[in-house]
């Protein structure tokens, strides 16, 4: 299985801040990498897939990069919604695998 | 627009077999390109990817349940299923279904969740 690995585990922020979480494959995942933000209680929202393409509707705020095994999610300017678990995710092979997640609190 | 949403008991015993269903409205399974999909989340924990179906009934399953679940799909009750056997309590956990776009990994519409708990 490809491990998928994020850093930190967990962040504290403030509205208005640039946060960026990064993903590292133990192996290369070429540009499978999909990202997710899941709230308490709630199911996963598909954030951006194929590294950096915005799902519909996901703020412009949002941005992926990376390729092969080390990627990146960025935050240019925190909102409150955005207070959230967020969590990386290869589709190059299965099984399909997530990162363990980080905790963005304020 | 497409929904999900999972259906099963919320209580199993140990040994016994877990039963969900994930009822599909908004899209037909039968259309095609689309990848059917189980994920499950433990308590305070991360997301596991348990497998996928296809509306041909083409399964790929996680290595590490596979020898214990199988996944179904009824085209004509537009709904899909995973029965997982032998639950212990390291099977406890929320349980969701997902749709995978044609890519399959890429999981853009999620079901609500359903809470599973094993024990006597």
């Known amino acids: 299985d490809i491990q998928m690995t994020q850093s930190p585990s967990s962040l504290s922020a403030s509205v208005g801040d640039r946060v960026t979480i990064t993903c590292r494959a133990s192996q290369s995942v070429k540009r499978h990498l999909n990202w997710y933000q899941q709230k308490p209680g709630k199911a996963p929202n598909f954030l951006i897939y194929?590294?950096?393409t915005l799902q519909n509707g996901v703020p412009s705020r949002f941005s992926g990069g990376g390729s092969g095994t080390d990627f990146t999610l960025t935050i240019s300017s925190l909102q409150p919604d955005d207070f959230a678990t967020y969590y990386c995710?290869?589709?190059?092979?299965?099984?399909?695998?997530f990162g363990q997640g980080t905790r963005l609190e304020i | 627009q497409v929904q999900l949403r999972e259906s099963g008991p919320g209580l199993v015993q140990p040994s016994q077999t877990l039963s969900l269903v994930c009822s599909v409205s908004?899209?037909?399974?039968?259309?095609?390109?689309?990848?059917w999909t189980w994920i499950r989340q433990h308590p305070a924990k991360g997301l596991e990817w348990i497998g996928n179906i296809y509306h041909t009934g083409t399964t790929f399953y996680n290595p590490s349940l596979e020898n214990r679940m199988t996944l179904s799909v009824d085209t004509s009750k537009n709904h899909f299923s995973l029965e997982l056997t032998s639950v212990t309590a390291a099977d406890t956990a929320t349980y969701y279904c997902?749709?995978?776009?044609?890519?399959?990994?890429?999981?853009?519409?999620w079901g609500q969740g359903t809470p599973v708990t094993v024990s006597s």
């Open positions: 908004g899209a037909s399974i039968a259309r095609g390109g689309d990848y």
């Open positions: 997902a749709r995978g776009r044609a890519s399959a990994g890429e999981l853009d519409i």
């Open positions: 995710q290869q589709s190059y092979s299965t099984p399909y695998t």
């Open positions: 194929g590294v950096s």
